[in-house]
C-alpha cells in the first residue's frame, strides 16, 4: 500500500489541506499543537471512519470547531490499482449532532462502494487488516508505544495471526465445525421423525383394516339385493296404480263427451227452429212482392192506353217517337241560328248609326270652335291696329316737343354723345371748383392768424415789435389774391348753371329717343301679331268649309243605313213566328218520349219483382232441405248417447278410487324404506372408503421411513466429513502458527540485538502461545511489562519491525500491499545512542521493501536523516494549519 495524496477540509486543525506524500522517509515536524497527530489522525480516519474513535471521541471532535461540513479524501495504490477513499462528515452543534454522512471508494476512478459500513467492509477486505491490527501495527499512536508488548498472549496472538491472514483458517475452521453442528441437528431431527412413522404405522396395522374392509364389503352386497327386491315390489304397486288411474280417466271422459254430445243435439234443435222462422218471413215476403207487380201492370197499361200506344212494341214505338223529336230540334236549332245572324247584323247597322251620329256631333262642335276662333282672332287684329294707331299719334308728339329744344329727329341718333360731352365738361368745372375753394380757404385761415398776431402787437417768442414787420406785408397780398378767387369763382358758377340747364334738356330729349324706339318696335310686333292672325283666320275658314262637306256626306250615308235595317227587322219577324211552331210540336213529342220511358222502367221493375219472387221460393225449398237434415244428425247423436250410457255403466268409480288410495299409499311404504336402505348403504361406502384412505396411507408411510433411514445414513457421512475438515483446518493452522512464531523469534532476537546497545539482555522468546519473555545475560527471565518505558518502547518497536520482516516475506501474498509504517514522536523515551539506532533500523526498513515509513518526530538527527520533511505550522490568527514540504 502507497499513500500518494491526502485532501482535508474542515478536519481538527485544518481549514484546507491537499498534501502528496512520496516513497521513502518522510518526517513531520513543527512546534506542538501544530497539527502533526491530526494528520496522521485524518489518514487513519479516512480509511476506517468513525471505527477509528476511541471511546472518549465523538465524530463532532474531529470537525473543525465551527464547521457544519468535513470531508478526507485518501488516495493510495494497492497491488498495481489506484485507490481513493472519501469520507463526508457533518455537524448539526444545534441539535448536538455529528454523523458520518457518506463514503466513497472508488478503483481507478470507478465508484466501487458509495456507503460508509460497505467501504469500511472493502478496505478491511483490501488491506487485510481491520482497524485496531492498523493501530498496532501500521500506526502507532503517540503514547502508545508499549500495547502490544503489553497485550494479553491472546489478544497478540489473534492480532499476529490476522496479519499473517491465519485468522482465515480459523475461520474455515469455525465454518466446517457450524456444518457439523447443522448436520448433527438434522441427523437428530430425521432420527426422531423416524420413530414417529415407525409408530403410526404400527398403529394402523394394530387396527386390523383389512379384515374390517371385508366385513364392511359383506354388509354392502346384502343391502344391494334387499333394495333391488323392494324396488320390484314397488314398480308393482306403481304399475297397478296407473292402471286404476287411467280406469277414472276413461270414466271422465265419456261422461265429458255426454255433456258435448248433448249441447250439440239441442244446437241443431235451435239451428231448425231458425229455419222455419225463416221460411215463416220469406213467404210473407212473395206474397207482398205479387201484390207489388199486380199495381205496377196496371199502371203500364192505363199510360199506353191514355198515350195511344195500347199495342205494339214499345221499344220501336219509342225510337219512332225519339227519331221525330231530334229532327224537330234540328229545325228549331237551324232557324235560331239564322236569327241570330239577323240579329247581330241588326245591332251592327245599329253600331255604325251610333258611331256616324257621334261623328256628326263632334264635327258640328269642331264647326262652332272654330267659328269661335276665328271671332276671337279678328278681334284682336282690330285692338292691334287701333293701338298702332296712337303709337304712331305719340311718335307725332314727340317730334313736336323737339323742336322747343333746339333738336331735329336726325340728331337724337347722336344724343348720346352729346350727353357724354356735356357730363365730361360738368366734371371738369367740379374739378377747378375744388381747387379754388381749397386755395381760398387756405389764405383766410394765414389771414386769420397774422391778423390774430397783430392784434397782440408783439412775438411771443422773441418779443420783437411786428408793427411794420414782414408779416404785416404779406397779410396785405394775401388779402388781394383772395379777392381775385373769389371773382373766379363767381364766374365758375355762372358756368356751372348753364351746363346744368343744358344736361336737363339732353336727358329730357334721351327720353323721347326711347319712347319714339318703343313705339316704332311695338308696331312692328303689332303688324306682324295681324299678319299672323290673318294667316290663322283663312286656315279655319277652311277647316270650316271642309266640315261642312263631310257633315253632308255622314246625313246621306244616316238615310241609307235606316233604310236596311228597317228590311232586317221584318225578315227576324218571320224567323220567330216559324220558330213558336216549332217549339209547340217538340213540347208535345218531348211528352211523349216521357211516358214511353215511364213504360219501360215499369216493365223492368215487374221483371226484377218477378226474379225476387223465384229467389226467395228457390231459398224456401234449401231452408226446408237444411231442415231434413238436422233431423238426421239429431237421431245419430242421440244414437250415440244411448251408446255412451251403456259403456259408462261398467265402471264403479267410488271403488275405484279407494282402490288408488290404497296403490299409493303401499308406494310411499315401500318408498320411504327403499330411501333408508340407501342411506345406509352409503354409509356403509363411506366406511370402506375411509378405510382404503387408511391402507393407502400405511404405504406411503412405510415409503417415508425408507427414505428417512436412507438419510439418516447420509448425513452421518456428512457429519463424518465436517469432523474431518475440522480438525485439518485447526492442524494446519497450529502448524503455520508454529512455522511463523519460529520465524518472528529470530526476526525478534535478530532485531534487538541490532538496536539494544546496552548489555543488560541477551535474548528474547516468542513462545507457541505467544508469551514474550526477556532474558538477562544470566538467564533470569523477565516479562516485558517490567522493563523500563524506554526499553518497552525500544522493545515495541523491534516486535513490529519483526513483523514488518515477517510480511515481507510474503506470508499469504501480503507481500505486494506492505503497508506503510507510522510512527508518532518514536524517540519521546529513547536515548541518544537508540535514538540513532532507531534512525539504523528505518534505514533497514526501507531497505526489505516498506516503500513508505511517516514519522512525526522534533528530533534533528531524525529530521537530518530524512528523504521529505513536512513541516507544519498553525497560524495563531486562523486558528488553521499548513504544510509546506522540503
Ligand atoms: N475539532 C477541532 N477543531 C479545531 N481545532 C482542533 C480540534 N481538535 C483539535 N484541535 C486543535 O488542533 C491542534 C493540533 O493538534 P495536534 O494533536 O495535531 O498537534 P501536534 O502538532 O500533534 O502537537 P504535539 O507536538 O503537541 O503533539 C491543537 O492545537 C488543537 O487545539
Ligand atoms: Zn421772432
Keep these: 500500500m502507497r499513500i500518494k495524496r491526502l485532501k482535508i477540509e474542515n478536519i481538527r486543525s485544518y481549514k484546507e489541506l491537499d498534501l502528496s506524500f512520496q516513497d521513502g522517509v518522510t518526517v513531520v515536524s513543527g512546534v506542538n499543537g501544530s497539527g502533526k497527530s491530526s494528520l496522521l489522525e485524518a489518514c487513519f480516519t479516512c480509511l476506517f471512519g468513525s471505527k477509528t474513535l476511541d ?43 455529528a454523523s ?33 491490527a492498523y493501530r498496532n501495527c501500521v500506526y502507532i499512536r503517540q503514547g502508545e508505544i ?15 495471526d490476522d496479519l499473517l491472514q491465519l485468522g482465515k483458517l480459523e475461520e474455515y475452521r469455525e465454518r466446517a465445525s457450524s456444518a457439523r453442528i447443522g448436520v448433527g441437528r438434522h441427523q437428530k431431527d430425521t432420527e426422531r421423525r423416524i420413530r414417529e412413522v415407525d409408530a403410526a404405522v404400527r398403529a394402523i396395522e394394530d387396527s386390523n383394516p383389512a379384515e374390517r374392509l371385508a366385513e364392511l364389503r359383506t354388509l354392502s352386497g346384502n343391502l344391494e339385493r334387499e333394495i333391488f327386491s323392494l324396488n320390484e315390489k314397488r314398480d308393482r304397486a306403481l304399475s297397478l296404480k296407473e292402471e286404476t288411474l287411467k280406469k277414472i280417466a276413461e270414466f271422465r271422459e265419456l261422461a265429458a263427451r255426454k255433456t258435448s254430445v248433448q249441447s250439440q243435439v239441442k244446437e241443431l234443435a235451435e239451428k231448425k227452429d231458425r229455419a222455419y222462422l225463416q221460411i215463416g218471413s220469406a213467404e210473407k215476403s212473395i206474397i207482398s212482392a205479387r201484390n207489388a207487380r199486380e199495381g205496377i201492370l196496371d199502371r203500364i197499361r192505363e199510360t199506353r192506353s191514355g198515350h195511344g200506344f195500347e199495342d205494339g212494341d214499345l221499344e220501336v214505338i219509342l225510337s219512332g217517337i225519339e227519331s221525330g223529336e231530334r229532327s224537330l230540334r234540328d229545325r228549331m236549332s237551324g232557324i235560331s241560328k239564322n236569327r241570330a245572324v239577323l240579329e247581330k247584323e241588326q245591332s251592327n247597322l245599329a253600331e255604325s248609326l251610333a258611331e256616324n251620329r257621334k261623328q256628326l ?27 298702332i294707331v296712337q303709337l304712331e299719334e305719340k311718335r307725332s308728339s314727340v317730334i313736336a316737343n323737339l323742336e322747343p329744344l333746339g333738336l331735329t329727329v336726325e340728331k337724337l341718333d ?29 389764405i383766410q385761415e394765414r389771414m386769420k392768424r397774422s391778423g390774430d398776431l397783430l392784434s397782440k402787437g408783439k412775438c411771443p417768442t422773441c418779443m420783437q415789435d411786428l408793427k411794420g414787420s414782414c408779416i404785416e406785408e404779406s397779410t396785405a397780398a394775401d388779402s388781394q389774391k383772395a379777392k381775385e378767387l373769389q371773382a373766379e369763382m363767381a364766374a365758375l358758377k355762372k358756368k356751372q348753371e348753364s351746363l346744368d340747364s343744358k344736361l336737363g334738356r339732353v336727358r329730357e330729349a334721351r327720353t323721347y329717343r326711347n319712347d319714339m324706339e318703343t313705339a316704332g318696335r311695338e308696331i312692328k310686333s303689332l303688324e306682324d301679331t295681324i299678319k299672323g292672325l290673318e294667316k290663322v283666320g283663312t286656315e279655319y275658314r277652311s277647316m270650316i268649309a271642309d266640315y261642312d262637306k263631310r257633315k253632308e256626306d255622314l246625313s246621306s250615308r244616316r238615310s241609307l243605313i235606316e233604310e236596311s235595317s228597317g228590311g232586317l227587322q221584318g225578315r227576324i219577324q218571320v224567323l220567330k213566328q216559324e220558330l213558336e211552331a216549332s217549339e209547340k210540336e217538340h213540347a208535345t213529342s218531348m211528352k211523349l218520349i216521357e211516358a214511353a220511358r215511364k ?65 299409493e299409499e303401499a308406494f310411499g311404504v315401500i318408498s320411504s324404506e327403499i330411501e333408508r336402505l340407501h342411506k345406509e348403504r352409503e354409509s356403509v361406502s363411506k366406511q370402506a372408503g375411509m378405510l382404503e384412505n387408511e391402507l393407502r396411507r400405511l404405504e406411503e408411510q412405510k415409503a417415508t421411513l425408507g427414505r428417512l433411514n436412507n438419510r439418516v445414513e447420509y448425513l452421518n457421512a456428512i457429519y463424518a466429513d465436517a469432523e474431518e475438515l475440522e480438525a485439518m483446518y485447526m492442524r494446519i493452522r497450529s502448524q503455520l502458527r508454529s512455522n511463523n512464531i519460529g520465524a518472528l523469534d529470530t526476526f525478534i532476537n535478530e532485531i534487538f540485538a541490532f538496536m539494544y546497545t546496552n548489555n543488560a539482555y541477551s535474548h528474547v522468546r516468542l513462545d507457541a502461545d505467544y508469551n514474550l519473555t526477556v532474558f538477562e545475560k544470566d538467564g533470569t527471565s523477565l516479562e516485558p511489562r517490567l522493563l523500563s518505558g524506554g526499553e518497552r518502547a525500544l522493545f ?55 516503500g513508505q515509513i511517516l514519522v512525526v518526530s522534533h528530533d534533528e538527527s531524525l529530521i537530518d536523516s530524512a528523504d521529505h520533511v513536512f513541516t507544519v505550522e498553525k497560524d495563531p490568527v486562523t486558528n488553521s494549519s499548513s504544510i509546506t514540504a522540503k
Design 55 to 97: 471511546k472518549d471521541f465523538v465524530i463532532s471532535d474531529i470537525i473543525r470547531k465551527g464547521a457544519t461540513k468535513a470531508s478526507i479524501t485518501l488516495e493510495f495504490e494497492q497491488n498495481g490499482h489506484d485507490y481513493s477513499v472519501e469520507q463526508f462528515f457533518r455537524n448539526d452543534p444545534e441539535k448536538g449532532r
Design 100 to 132: 458520518n454522512t457518506g463514503a466513497i471508494l472508488r478503483r481507478d476512478s470507478e465508484i466501487l462502494f458509495d456507503q460508509p459500513t460497505r467501504t469500511y467492509d472493502a478496505i478491511r477486505s483490501l488491506l487485510s487488516m481491520d482497524e485496531e
Design 146 to 160: 508499549d500495547v502490544l508488548i503489553n497485550s494479553k498472549p491472546k489478544d497478540r496472538q489473534k492480532m499476529i
Design 361 to 387: 256631333g263632334e264635327l258640328e262642335r269642331s264647326v262652332s270652335q272654330g267659328k269661335e276662333k276665328l271671332a276671337g282672332l279678328q278681334s284682336e287684329a282690330e285692338a292691334a291696329r287701333a293701338r
Design 414 to 442: 347722336n344724343i348720346e354723345e352729346i350727353f357724354d360731352l356735356v357730363t365730361d365738361q360738368q366734371k371738369n368745372l367740379h374739378g377747378k371748383e375744388k381747387e379754388l375753394t381749397v386755395k381760398l380757404s387756405e
Design 599 to 663: 213504360v219501360r222502367m215499369d216493365l223492368l221493375e215487374s221483371d226484377r219483382i218477378r226474379a225476387d219472387i223465384s229467389q226467395t221460393e228457390e231459398r224456401i225449398s234449401g231452408l226446408r232441405e237444411m231442415i231434413s237434415i238436422f233431423d238426421s244428425q239429431i237421431a245419430e247423436k242421440q244414437e250415440s248417447l244411448r251408446e255412451i250410457d251403456s259403456r259408462s255403466g261398467g265402471f264403479d268409480i267410488d271403488k275405484l278410487q279407494s282402490l288408488l288410495r290404497d296403490y
Design 796 to 850: 515495541n518497536l523491534v516486535l513490529r519491525c519483526a513483523i514488518y520482516r515477517l510480511l515481507s516475506l510474503g506470508v499469504a501474498g501480503r507481500q505486494a500491499g506492505l503497508p506503510p509504517l507510522i510512527m508518532d514522536e518514536p524517540t519521546v523515551f529513547l536515548d541518544r545512542g537508540h535514538v540513532n539506532q532507531l534512525i539504523k533500523l528505518i534505514d533497514m526498513m526501507r531497505d526489505i521493501g516498506v
